[in-house]
């Protein structure tokens, strides 16, 4: 069925990576910087042991269990820091997400009134500014859709099926129905 591999979908290859580089680099620096950091920090924590001397002096349970004491301080401090930074980082993309997402699900419901504004240092801005532009078209059309719906009732109410019709094609009809009592060939 498939036989030619270029018809084959392609749902999950990715042609680029880097496809937003301000907000990909904006969090992967800093969670370079941190490892840079707990790197720093194990190479102090190696400083701190005890010398040669008193290594000597240990037995084997003894520096084994001083290894693994340091290490296991050594990476619960990595963990706290990295999920601390973690936490921090997503802050910034879980929030405007949850702006936009209530947007939407406002305007699925018809609704085109909550705010779609993030603070300046939030990622997704071009995401909430594309919302926002379709928040305000869907908001015209809809508009413009009551207007017209307005206007057809008006023409209705004083019997006036020209411009009714007319009014409808403009809604979207692709052909208003026939006048009651006449048939459909007519």
Do not use: C, W
Not at 54 to 71: D, G
Not at 138 to 154: F, Y
Request: charged fraction near 20%; aromatic fraction near 6%; avoid cysteine.
């Amino acid at each position: 069925m498939h036989d030619n591999p270029s018809s084959k979908p392609r749902f999950y290859r990715r042609d680029r990576y880097f496809v937003d580089p301000r907000l990909q680099l904006a969090l992967a620096l800093p969670m370079l910087a941190i490892l840079g950091v707990v790197a720093l920090a194990y190479v102090a924590a190696v400083y701190v042991l005890p010398g040669e001397f008193a290594l000597k002096t240990m037995t084997a349970e003894e520096t084994r269990s001083l290894f693994l004491r340091a290490n296991l301080i050594y990476l619960s401090l990595a963990g706290a820091g990295l999920t601390a930074s973690a936490i921090y980082l997503t802050h910034r993309i879980a929030g405007p997400v949850g702006v936009i997402e209530r947007a939407v699900r406002s305007m699925r419901g018809g609704d085109y009134s909550p705010r779609l504004a993030l603070r300046p240092s939030d990622y997704l801005q071009s995401l909430a500014e594309a919302v926002s532009d379709l928040r305000n078209q869907l908001s015209e059309q809809e508009e413009q859709r009551r207007r017209l719906v307005k206007e057809v009732v008006a023409h209705l109410d004083v019997n006036d099926l020209a411009e009714a019709r007319s009014l409808l094609a403009q809604l979207g009809a692709s052909e208003a129905p026939p006048p009651p009592g006449t048939a459909a060939g007519d």
